[in-house]
Nanobody
């Protein structure tokens, strides 16, 4: 069973950047899809971006042009580069991986001050 662990969260001013990483305890090549969700206080968890094993990416509208998702199966990592951050991007960010079941990380807090 692969465990996923996020890192890279923190406090940043609006307009700044952060890079989140999701590292697998084992191979992530078996995940046909991976991605990031986020959950803000009092809100439901929402999809941010996803990437397939073939490298196809998908972004929700509110992050298009600002966030970039990438994946490196050789290093068992998936990253989310977040630029032009806004206060509304403040949330706990969770990575996930899909194969026969869905694996989740424990989340990393991103706080954007306005």
């Amino acid at each position: 069973q692969v465990q996923l662990m996020e890192s890279g969260g923190g406090l940043v001013q609006a307009g700044g950047s952060l890079r989140l990483s999701c590292v697998g305890s084992g191979s992530i090549s078996g995940f046909h899809s991976m991605g990031w969700y986020r959950q803000a206080p009092g809100k439901q968890r929402e999809l941010v971006a996803s990437i397939t094993s073939g490298g196809w990416t998908n972004y929700v509208d509110f992050v298009k042009g600002r966030f970039t998702i990438s994946r490196d199966n050789a290093r068992n990592t998936m990253d989310l580069q977040m630029n032009s951050l806004k206060a509304e991007d403040t949330a706990v960010y969770y990575c996930y991986g899909n194969r026969a079941t869905t694996y989740w990380g424990r989340g990393t807090q991103v706080t954007v001050s306005s």
